[in-house]
Each structure stands twice: as C-alpha cells, then as structure tokens.
C-alpha cells in the first residue's frame, strides 16, 4: 500500500492505533517505517504521524486537522457545480441489481438519473449508496457511492464522466468497446485444451477470456496464472471482465482463438449454442 501510494505521488500520513494499550510503542512503528522513507517530522523528515486511539477516540480530531493541513498545503480543491467525474474503486455483479460500481467523485457532482460513461460501457445512475449503505441522492467531490444503472460491469481504475445526452453516451462507449476488441482480437493458436496438446512440436499458447462475478477475483486469477511457469507453453490472457459470458466474448473468442474461463458466472442457452456452433470452449468454475 505504502508503495502504490508514493509510485502515485501521494502524500502519506501515518495513524498509529491502540495507542491505549499499556505496551503501545509508537517509536517502534516510526523505526519500521523508515525502512520505506516514511520519517516523521519530529525526526526531522515530512511524514506526519498521529497518535490515536480508535477505542477511546483519542487523537482522532488531531488526524483530523491533520488531513485539512495537508489538503490545504496541497490545494485540494474541486468545484460541485458541474457534471460529475472521478474513478471506479470496486465493481461487481450482483444477481439481484445487475452490474454494481463504487464511484469516487474527483470533480462535479453526481445525482440519481444521470447518464454516465465508464470505460467501455454506459448507462443511467438508478440507485446510489453512501459508505455506510444508505441510500443517497446526489453526490459530490471525495464521495465514494455504489451505483446501479450500468449495462456492464466496469472495471477497477476506469475513470467515469457524467453526460447530458445518453445518446451521446452510448456511442462513445461503443467506440470504445470497438477499439478495445481491434486491440484484443487476432493471436492465438488454440481453441481447445485438446488442441492445445495435440501437437507436441513447438512453443504452444493457450489464450484466454476469463469472466468472473467480482473484480477483486480476477486479479487474484490474472495473479495466479502470472505465476505459471511451464517450459514451451505461454498463458496469454486477451480479456478478462467481471460480468456473465455473452455473445460478445464467444465473438472475441473467435477472433483470437482462445477459451472462454468463467468463475460464479454461466452463459445463458442461446449463449452455449452459439459457442457450440463457432467450436469455441467454455470452461466453468
């Protein structure tokens, strides 16, 4: 975390908890952290470390004021009068609610009703959540909300913008999910696990369309099959999306000749037919 934070750019500060604790050794934590460069400022380094106790509430109103300082040294500022814009944390599919996005509002502000573009997909905000669940309307700079609406599930780290015309919306997202298919489609060499293993001759590559119900799944499976290290055969993944199998990704798979991996997800009838009829393999876990 301490390392994605300072590749970002952004600043840190360090709470150091159970300060309530008879053992508790805040100069312990500081000696630690200097490992990363993190050196506090009575050390004589730019670090701000805050005492604090999330027990008794001790010195929670001093991080507080901490993190105004900062945000005032740093001039953080955005303006709430305008369309809303910012990034996705978490996205999911939910079987209830369909495709569900956490949204950070970097800039502007968000309300129920507005048509968003995200990535490559679009759709009208239907519902929004604060932090603790409850339904809110609107929704402005530093406000993270979970969002219903969406035609699919975007993914973690896109960036989102508000439009006034959903027309507008919906071709700017399938641009988009043109463009990324020209990128995706056109290597490969198998289909099949059985054609992968037919022939012995050669450096063999098993391409893959992995689909899982949960953003935070298919980085743990993109990690683990990273990890795979078999001599003469090569895992390449060409898309991974959270989201039920569809007949965009039987499409893909044709394009590029790879299998189709789903984890807590299924293709519907229609869709397992028409990968049947394209010779195209669908693997459920």
């Not at 970097?106 to 490559?120: E, F, L, R």
């Not at 603790?132 to 035609?151: D, E, F, I, W």
């Not at 959903?166 to 399938?174: L, M, P, T, V, Y």
């Not at 569809?246 to 028409?274: C, E």
Request: proline fraction near 4%.
């Amino acid at each position: 975390a301490i390392e994605h934070a300072q590749a970002a750019g952004v600043p840190i500060i360090v709470a150091i908890n159970k300060m309530d604790k008879p053992s508790a050794n805040p100069d312990r934590i500081k000696t630690e952290l200097t490992e990363y460069n993190l050196i506090s400022e009575d050390w004589g380094g730019d670090t701000i470390f805050v005492p604090i106790s999330a027990l008794t509430g001790k010195g929670v109103d001093e991080l507080l004021e901490m993190i105004i300082l900062v945000s005032d040294l740093k001039e953080y500022k955005a303006n709430p009068n305008r369309l809303g814009m910012g990034s996705v944390i978490e996205a999911r599919l939910d079987k209830g609610r369909g495709p569900v996005a956490t949204l950070l509002v970097q800039n502007g502000t968000i309300k129920i009703g507005d048509v968003i573009v995200v990535g490559t997909t679009y759709g009208k905000i239907r519902s929004m959540e604060d932090e603790l669940g409850r339904s809110v309307q609107t929704a402005g700079p530093s406000k993270p909300v979970s969002v219903t609406g969406l035609v699919e599930v975007p993914f973690a780290g896109e960036k989102f913008m508000a439009l006034n015309d959903e027309r507008k919306a919906r071709e700017i997202s399938e641009v988009r999910s043109q463009n990324k298919f020209n990128e995706e489609k056109g290597v490969g060499k198998a289909s099949s696990f059985n054609d992968l293993f037919k022939n012995t001759e050669g450096e063999k590559t098993l391409n893959l369309i992995i689909k899982c119900d949960v953003q935070g799944s298919i980085e743990a499976i993109k990690g683990l099959l990273d990890k795979i290290n078999i001599e003469g055969t090569n895992i390449n993944i060409i898309g991974a999306r959270v989201g039920g199998i569809t007949n965009n990704d039987i499409i893909l798979a044709v394009a590029s000749n790879a299998i189709v991996i789903g984890f807590n997800v299924r293709p519907t009838a229609q869709v397992s037919d028409y990968a049947k009829e394209q010779g195209i393999e669908i693997r459920l876990y």
